[in-house]
């Protein structure tokens, strides 16, 4: 086959590369999947059953049809590929660093539902990486239709290794040691190694249910056995290996996993009510601007950039057909999380992501997980109680701040707490006497002008706080 | 219909492919024993090595 690329020739999606079969490109705002004639085989063997069909409507795998022939698009395929699929959207690709531990878990859950699924149909999922986990407000869905393969008959489950690293051991990490697994995670997209993980653990954590198998043995014969792969695979096929041995494996780890709880402590958890209006009116009037705001007409996407118990995300979704919520605290994500879950709403995605430390480009060439701003782009952005966090806890400079909110290039709703505050005052108290001078109303409002137009302003009682609606100048 | 062979793309890891028989629980008793049954003969030199084809 000539290895010339059309012109106009669909361009790879930069994370999507590890798979040979099946690689992800995005064309005209569509995101689309080029099969090879092996991807092509076993995605009609996870098509032609009623499977995907039935995992669809369940909502755990991404609705998804093939280019039919005659397409245009399938003209600017590049050389290798036969097929061509088309997925829904997901409102915006986030990844398992920015997650709460509850978002791990049922990820981690929904994985292991497709897997017992598939071999249902004498499939497997050839991987298990939780970016294949995609969220549609709080619900996961799993969006790489490349994963399904034929099992072959006697091999044992290759993924296996991967859930513990990318699945497992963080969720153990966060329930048994009380560590947030997002640093681990961003810092190692492949996630934590058996012996790695193995010296976490406490004299107690051995005892805990699935741990001696899955981290201790793990870790032990990891190590001895490294390089070995191909011969152990035959000896388990001579041996008889059969599917059903991964059905019982898939069951038990559901239960290990479902069993892992953490409850989060510490100052992030009781840090909202601080940051809340200091009197019942005021409060009733941030409602009220933040409802005014928002109700001006259909927005696309809303991120709200601070948002603690996700109460004005919530205000903002009645106008929205998205809301990106995001917190520094996984603690508090986590509980806004379960909160959604509960409710059914399905418009808001909560994440953990520190806007003084935002998620960058990782992985290869920086490329391959993006940063936050390049994963989309809101319509209105709520920065609410956020500002003096930024620039006296975090250091930030209060131009630099305000010129990165003009960055994105939407409408901005800005609550600006003056030195009287008292939430301001706390966190000046911390600080030297002399430092952040420069943070005042004035000299916020004329960073302000600077990029932004002032629609409305608002003081709220008593009085050390002012809502802004500027519109990008 | 010609089943494609998988190629996975990921090492499965020998250790994680033997920890699987633990992991398996009772259902992997038998294909432990035939496994090590197997090892132990080619270590008394009874049962010659045996390797997969090569595949591709």
Redesign the interface.
Same mark, same amino acid.
């Given at each position: 086959m000539p290895r010339v690329a059309p012109a106009d020739a669909l361009q790879a999606e930069p994370a999507s590369f !590890?798979?040979?079969r099946s690689r992800v490109f995005e064309a005209d705002g569509q995101i689309l999947r080029a099969l090879t004639? =092996?991807g092509l085989?076993?995605w009609n063997a996870l098509s032609a059953p009623t499977l995907a069909r039935d995992l669809t409507a369940a909502g755990k795998l991404i609705p998804t049809e093939r280019v039919a022939d005659g397409d245009p698009l399938l003209r600017r395929l590049p050389a290798g590929y036969a097929a061509l699929l088309r997925h829904e959207r997901v409102p915006f690709v986030s990844y398992p660093y920015e997650w709460s531990f509850g978002m791990l878990r049922d990820a981690a859950l929904l994985q292991l539902d497709l897997v017992e699924a598939a071999l249902g149909e004498g499939l497997i999922l +050839?991987?298990s990486s939780p970016y294949n986990v995609q969220w549609r407000g709080v619900s996961p869905v799993f969006v790489d239709v490349g994963s399904f =393969?034929?099992?072959?008959q006697g =091999?044992?489950? /290759? &993924?296996? !290794?991967?859930f513990?690293m990318l699945y497992l051991y963080p969720l153990m990490l966060q329930a048994f040691r009380g560590v947030e697994f997002n640093a681990w995670l961003r810092g190692s997209l492949e996630g934590i190694p058996?012996g790695q993980f193995r010296p976490v653990l406490s004299v107690g954590d051995l005892f805990r249910p699935g741990v001696f198998?899955?981290v201790v043995?793990?870790a032990?014969?990891?190590? #001895? #056995?490294?390089?070995?792969?191909?011969?152990? +695979?035959?000896?388990?096929?001579?041996? &008889?290996? +059969?599917s059903?041995? /991964?059905r019982?494996?898939v069951r038990?780890?559901r239960k290990t996993v479902s069993r892992l709880e953490w409850r989060p402590r510490g100052p992030g958890w009781t840090r909202y009510p601080e940051d809340r209006p200091y009197t019942d009116a005021a409060a009733a009037s941030k409602d009220a601007f933040v409802a005014n705001v928002a109700g001006m007409r259909r927005w696309r996407s809303i991120w709200d950039l601070g948002c603690n118990d996700a109460r004005f995300a919530r205000i903002a979704a009645g106008h929205a057909d998205h809301v990106l919520a995001v917190d520094s605290d996984p603690g508090v994500v986590e509980q806004v999380y379960r909160e959604l879950a509960r409710e059914g709403e399905r418009r808001i995605l909560p994440l953990v992501i520190d806007l003084a430390d935002p998620s960058p480009g990782l992985g290869w060439r920086g490329v391959e997980r993006k940063a936050l701003d390049e994963r989309g782009s809101p319509d209105l952005v709520l920065c609410l109680a956020l500002l003096h966090h930024l620039v006296i806890s975090a250091n930030l400079p209060l131009p630099e701040v305000v010129a990165w909110l003009r960055s994105l290039g939407a409408p901005l709703l800005v609550e600006f707490a003056d030195r009287d505050d008292p939430m301001v005052q706390r966190l000046l108290a911390a600080k030297r006497a002399d430092t952040h001078a420069d943070y005042r109303l004035e000299a916020f409002e004329e960073e302000l002008r600077a990029g932004f137009r002032i629609e409305r302003r608002e003081r709220l009682d008593p009085g050390t706080r002012t809502l802004f609606f500027a519109t990008p100048a | 219909m010609l089943i494609p062979r998988a190629i996975a793309y990921l090492d499965p890891g020998s250790g994680s492919m033997i920890v699987q028989l633990v992991a398996g629980g009772t259902a992997a008793v038998a294909v432990t024993a035939k496994l090590y049954w197997r090892r132990f003969l080619r270590v008394l030199g009874i049962r010659k090595d045996e390797h997969e084809p090569p595949t591709s």
């Open positions: !590890r798979d040979p004639e =092996e085989a076993d +050839k991987d =393969e034929h099992l072959v =091999e044992p489950w /290759i &993924g296996y !290794r991967q513990c058996p198998t899955h043995l793990h032990r014969l990891d190590r #001895r #056995r490294a390089g070995r792969s191909a011969e152990v +695979k035959a000896e388990l096929r001579a041996a &008889g290996w +059969k059903e041995l /991964i019982a494996n038990r780890l | -």
